[in-house]
């Protein structure tokens, strides 16, 4: 009985500290190079998809800016139409009140030198 529980406790140490050595002791060169190895590949796939990032980004500024200056060129573009169309109505505003001003006044004209003549009709 000694014998058998001396003989575990051997073991469980011997096998404790082989645990041990086994946890603590540094990587093996290979071990190194198969870890930088993977930290390369990680690099290489994040400074890719950076690069891609990048040129992605630079394509939508370039056509931001070109979204922004057409648009600005469309609303002064459509201000000018506005503003030509303010005056077209001022225009035919006027022409309005010209030519109602000239039928009153062809009417009353017409009404004295020919009194007896009722050639007007009332819409």
């Known amino acids: ?4 529980k001396f ?5 469980t140490v011997l096998a404790s500290s082989l645990l041990l050595s ?14 930088s190895a993977e930290e390369s590949e990680e690099n290489v796939k994040i400074k890719k998809q950076l690069a891609a990032d990048w040129e992605k980004g ?7 800016e070109k979204r922004i200056k057409r ?29 109602r001003e000239l039928l009153q006044k062809s009417e009353r004209g017409f ?3 020919f009194p007896g003549l ?6």
Do not use: N
Not at 1 to 4: E, H, I, L, P
């Open 58 to 64: 630079e394509k939508l500024v370039k056509t931001g």
């Open 7 to 11: 003989t575990l406790v051997l073991s």
């Open 1 to 4: 009985m000694f014998y058998t």
């Open 22 to 35: 086994a946890c603590s002791s540094q990587p093996s060169t290979a071990e190194l190079m198969r870890g």
């Open 111 to 113: 009404r004295d030198r």
């Open 71 to 99: 648009g600005k060129e469309r609303i002064e573009d459509a201000e000018e139409e506005i503003e030509e169309g303010k005056e077209e109505i001022e225009r035919g505003r006027e022409e309005i009140e010209e030519g």
């Open 118 to 123: 009722d050639i007007f009709t009332r819409d």
